[in-house]
């Protein structure tokens, strides 16, 4: 999911966190 020219993965385990990477 791309929001504001960042890339969010959302964690497997936990699918409410998104996790920021980049």
């Given at each position: 999911?791309?929001?504001k020219?960042?890339?969010y993965i959302?964690?497997?385990t936990?699918?409410?966190f998104k996790a920021?990477?980049?």
């Open positions: 999911v791309r929001r020219g960042r890339v959302i964690n497997k936990n699918r409410r920021r990477q980049g």
